[in-house]
């Protein structure tokens, strides 16, 4: 019975959602590109600072490139719903 609930507990605790991965056992949970252990955020920063999207990739060669585009078009997609941003972000 206990080795049934660790194993449900763990599949509730690694999530995927498109090329992010969150576990615990990951980088501290961070959200990371999957099968990497490159953090999302890195990319965002990256793009913060001015670097382009091939520079980070050239960086980070385990973050593949559709991995990236998925991501900023994740992001996107979040930061141009009407939606989602009253959901989330209304102050």
């Given amino acids: ?38 953090p999302v955020q890195s990319l965002f920063d990256y793009i913060e600072t001015g670097e382009t999207k091939d520079e980070f990739l050239e960086n980070c060669p385990s973050a593949k490139k559709e991995m990236a585009v998925q991501m900023l078009e994740m992001a996107s997609k979040t930061l141009t719903s009407e939606k989602i941003l009253n959901e989330n972000f209304a102050l």
């Fill in 1 to 38: 019975m206990s080795l049934l609930f660790c194993v449900t507990l763990f599949k509730f605790t690694v999530m995927n959602y498109g090329p992010i991965n969150i576990d615990p056992e990951t980088m501290s949970g961070d959200p990371v590109f999957i099968g990497t252990r490159v």
